[in-house]
């Protein structure tokens, strides 16, 4: 997938927006005002930043080469996945897809307090 094809994917998820909060750098995905991803636009490597859960962030790295800690947070929940020939579309639309419906799950127990 290039960048295009992961913004689409990305707003096409019920009540994604996007931002460029970083200037002209960065798009910002978001559910709900909640970022859920980053697309870097400045890199050489074609690459998204997701948020998951801890357990699975952690396995995810060391499953995979192509995906790492994610630099841009100092949390330890989100990955940057480099857009490489190990990484199918379909498993980097389950990446993305975790992402979303764990941010809305999030949102969903703030609310339910």
């Known amino acids: 997938m290039n960048i295009e094809e992961l913004r689409e994917y ?3 998820l019920k009540g ?3 931002s460029l909060p ?3 750098s960065a798009l910002v995905i ?3 005002g909640k970022m859920f991803a980053l697309i870097p636009l ?3 490597e074609t690459q998204i930043t997701l948020k998951c859960d801890p357990e699975r962030a952690i396995a995810l790295r060391e499953q995979y080469t192509a995906i790492v800690p994610a630099w841009h947070f100092n949390k330890k929940h989100w990955n940057t996945v480099v857009i490489n020939p190990m990484i199918t579309q379909q498993f980097l639309c389950e990446l ?3 992402s979303y419906e764990l941010v809305l ?3 969903k127990l703030d609310v339910d307090l």
Do not use: M, P, W, Y
């Open 10 to 12: 990305c707003l096409n």
């Open 96 to 98: 993305i897809r975790h």
């Open 16 to 18: 994604a927006t996007e």
């Open 22 to 24: 970083f200037g002209d």
């Open 42 to 44: 400045d890199n050489a």
């Open 30 to 32: 978001k559910v709900q």
């Open 105 to 107: 799950s999030k949102l």
